[in-house]
């Protein structure tokens, strides 16, 4: 009897010293493992979309920067896509194209049009699609987009209408040049400019439409000079305008002679200010957009940003005169 207790207990030590001799082995084989990749962690995996209307533009490119900047640091694959000379129907096409694929964000330029306002509500929220706008903003209760990211259009009209009061000694005829297409940075950049003026009861803004080509900007340019002879300011309120309208000033009088003012998300717009043919613009934060966008798109994605912010997330602008540049 005591043989047996002495090799029963024999036998548990063995097998004690087993579970020991294994477990330090198998701390000691995992303190000299290489530590996991702790940056793998920021990676996100979601599948991103930035499209825009005007591929390959300076502004535009700096957005595309911003985006891939962010979207590299947070681990995301970011696709860009877009249309070349505002092409509307490649445009909407290219958004319908990422929904089908069902991709886990759009960063979009807005477009205030019943195919974009339904392609949002419709198809992108039906699929659980989050749609940011960029850039461009449209109203939320057309589109049930999910923030916007880019500059505040109204400020910005406020801005050049405080510019134009100091320029003109308050007083004076003003005309603001807008497109036939109501966007909605245009309404606001020009109810920004008209909530300024109104508190200058000597200066007389004159809205003009002039459409969305360059034969019609020429026309409308032309027409409004022979009937105020005495405008002393000129606002392209929708950018992509103010190329034909300074060229036609030009034609007619001393381009110095005028105050001559836009936005900066035309390609033509630095250089017309660089060769002083006007006054000045406001400089916007595109890469900031591009970069913000993406953050906040993954951040969403990820339950991290919430809820957002539905009026949007506004980034710098600035107003850039001829007269600073060297």
Not at 57 to 66: A, L, R, S
Not at 84 to 90: A, I
Request: hydrophobic share 40%.
């Amino acid at each position: 009897m005591r043989k047996l207790v002495i090799v029963l207990l024999s036998a548990i030590c063995l097998v004690l010293l087993g579970f020991t001799l294994s477990s330090f082995i198998h701390v000691f084989h995992y303190n000299l493992s290489a530590p996991a990749d702790v940056g793998s962690t920021n990676k996100s995996g979601y599948r991103l979309i930035l499209i825009t209307q005007e591929m390959d533009t300076p502004f535009w490119d700096k957005v595309e920067y911003g985006a891939s900047k962010a979207a590299a640091k947070y681990g995301a694959e970011l696709e860009v896509w877009g249309s070349y000379g505002t092409n509307q129907e490649d445009f909407l096409k290219y958004m319908e194209i990422a929904i089908a694929s069902k991709v886990d964000g759009i960063l979009v330029q807005g477009l205030n049009t019943d195919g974009f306002n339904q392609l949002a509500t419709v198809k992108a929220a039906g699929n659980g699609i989050p749609i940011f706008t960029i850039a461009n903003d449209v109203p939320i209760t057309d589109s049930l987009r999910r923030t916007y990211i880019g500059s505040d259009h109204y400020k910005a009209g406020q801005m050049i209408g405080e510019q134009l009061a100091e320029d003109l000694g308050h007083k004076g005829k003003v005309v603001l040049m807008i497109s036939d297409h109501q966007e909605d940075f245009q309404s606001k950049r020009l109810d920004g400019i008209l909530q300024i003026l109104k508190f200058y009861p000597d200066i007389e803004p004159i809205t003009v439409v002039a459409g969305d080509t360059r034969e019609k900007v020429v026309a409308a340019t032309n027409e409004v000079m022979n009937k105020e002879p005495k405008v002393a300011a000129f606002v392209s309120v929708t950018a992509n305008n103010a190329s034909a309208m300074v060229q036609e000033i030009g034609k007619r009088a001393q381009l110095s002679r005028f105050h001559i003012y836009s936005f900066d998300d035309s390609p033509e717009i630095k250089t017309l200010l660089k060769e002083k043919k006007m006054s000045g613009i406001i400089e916007q934060s595109p890469e900031m957009m591009g970069e913000l966008g993406v953050q906040l798109m993954v951040q969403w994605l990820q339950g991290v940003t919430f809820p957002l912010k539905y009026e949007g997330y506004y980034t710098d602008i600035r107003l850039l005169k001829a007269d600073e540049l060297p």
